[in-house]
Nanobody
Framework: VQLQASGGGLVQAGGSLRLSCAAS????????IGWYRQAPGKERELVGD???????KYADSVKGRFVLSRDNARRRVYLGMNSLKPEDTAVYYC?????????WGQGTQVTVSS
């Protein structure tokens, strides 16, 4: 199983980025795909996830700014991030979860400058 997160980078506050999570080795369409982030010195936290049926949920801190979407044909989930803030700076990870079993990918760094 491989989950490849990409799309991170350095952006100014107020800017936008789109992260991509590409999966292989799993039946992608039946998994919930989540995005997590971990800032230096902090615990990893859920940013949001999208179920196999396309239902999304978001952390309060990103609601209205971040948007999840999935393309099952391409086996990808996208995290659109708008109105970025310095506190969004973190390593972002994607995971695939089904029935209590989770797979993790490597992270992608997002840095938001003030």
């Amino acid at each position: 199983v491989q989950l490849q997160a990409s799309g991170g980078g350095l952006v100014q506050a107020g800017g936008s980025l789109r992260l991509s999570c590409a999966a292989s080795g799993i039946n992608f369409s039946i998994h919930t795909i989540g995005w997590y982030r971990q800032a230096p010195g902090k615990e990893r936290e859920l940013v949001g996830d999208i179920s196999s049926g396309g239902i999304t949920k978001y952390a309060d801190s990103v609601k209205g700014r971040f948007v999840l979407s999935r393309d099952n044909a391409r086996r990808r989930v996208y995290l659109g991030m708008n109105s970025l803030k310095p506190e969004d700076t973190a390593v972002y990870y994607c995971n695939a979860e089904r029935q209590g079993r989770a797979f993790w990918g490597q992270g992608t760094q997002v840095t938001v400058s003030s």
